[in-house]
């Protein structure tokens, strides 16, 4: 073959360039191969991003691909980043907002402690109480906004509380009665050991749904969907009657075919709640001989609460070997 025959041959080749011995180098097919994979990555971005039909690609698993991997990540296969969006909107408990400290705590809670004043934001407060280590006395009803932030639909298939049991405090308590209702979905009991979520009925409190054997589980039957920018708002209730607990919540979902969990603290800390030192309506059949002996023998050493025939409302100090008796005189 002529020289310029074989310059045209060179430029009509479309793989590697042979060496000038006419053979192709280990480097040369790896350079190759690796523009090849680069070109295919980029048809599959520019089809995500343009819309190709789904017959031709799953535009929105590959969307999610982009949404979940920076570039580097997807050539290792690391996932970054969550797809649900989590938000804490409201604490309260089933009786209103009542905490309760233990003894190492008192000196963070003590304004708390001290304020006379009703509160101008009763839920603000009550969080900061949380916020300072204090423990929901009885319950906590966490009302919790999830969001899907991803292109495929997300579905949320359990809800579940990570549990480490705690000594019952008794440094002090801010006890504020509440005369209304709270609205919950679902009820968790602390005290067993591997809580559940359990529908609540319409007409039913979670206490009753608790000791109702009628009552299924909530996602035996039911699922919570979310497609993208999606939201539901959740009212969850934590019941605690023979002792205290701190808990992370864990949110089971799948996606893509895939599943996944992911977890919700308060501001970084663990939810905490506690058993009630008083025996109130609707608890004591759940409670053994052992448990009553347990809560009898227990003081607080502080006491704060709404002071009963104040008008307006006001906060007042008060014995703490008399607070059950009030109590039950609400």
């Known amino acids: 073959m002529s020289r310029e025959g074989r310059k045209r041959n060179r430029r009509s080749n479309p793989g590697p360039r042979p060496t000038r011995s006419g053979r192709w180098t280990p480097r040369r097919v790896l350079k190759w191969l690796g523009g090849t994979l680069a070109a295919a990555l980029a048809a599959v971005v520019i089809a995500a991003v343009t819309g190709i ?13 982009l949404r979940d991997y920076d570039a580097q990540a997807l050539v290792k296969g690391l996932r970054r980043g969550d797809a649900l969006q989590l938000t804490v909107l409201d604490l309260t408990t089933l009786h209103g907002w009542a905490a309760a400290f233990p003894a190492d705590r008192v000196a963070a809670a003590q304004q708390f402690l001290d304020q006379r004043a009703w509160p101008e934001d009763i839920g603000d407060f009550f969080r900061r109480e949380l916020d300072a280590g204090g423990y929901a006395i009885g319950s906590l009803v966490v009302e919790l906004e999830v969001e899907g932030k991803r292109n495929q639909e997300i579905t949320i298939y359990d809800i579940r509380p990570l549990v ?7 440094g002090a308590a801010v006890r504020i009665a509440s005369e209304g209702d709270t609205t919950r979905q679902m009820v968790f009991d602390l005290d067993t050991p591997a809580p559940i979520a359990k529908a609540i009925p319409d ?42 607990y701190e808990f992370t919540l864990a949110i089971d979902y799948e996606l893509g075919g895939q599943k996944f969990t992911q977890t919700v603290t308060l501001s970084g800390a663990p939810f905490r709640v506690a058993a009630d030192l008083c025996t109130l309506p609707g608890v004591a059949e759940r409670l053994s001989d052992a448990d009553r002996k347990q809560l009898a023998g227990l003081r607080y050493g502080q006491v704060t609460t709404r ?3 104040a008008v307006p409302y006001r906060l007042t100090a008060m014995d703490p070997a008399l607070l059950c008796e009030h109590e039950h005189h609400r």
């Open 164 to 170: 480490r049991p705690a000594p019952i405090p008794v």
């Open 307 to 309: 002071e009963r025939y």
């Open 53 to 65: 039909p789904g017959q031709i690609l799953d535009g929105p698993k590959v969307k999610d691909a």
């Open 203 to 244: 007409g039913m409190d979670g206490l009753g749904a608790l000791t109702d054997t009628a009552t299924s589980p909530f996602f035996r039957t039911q699922r919570i969907g979310l497609p993208d920018g999606h939201k539901e708002t959740l009212a969850l209730t934590f019941v605690a009657v023979r002792g205290a």
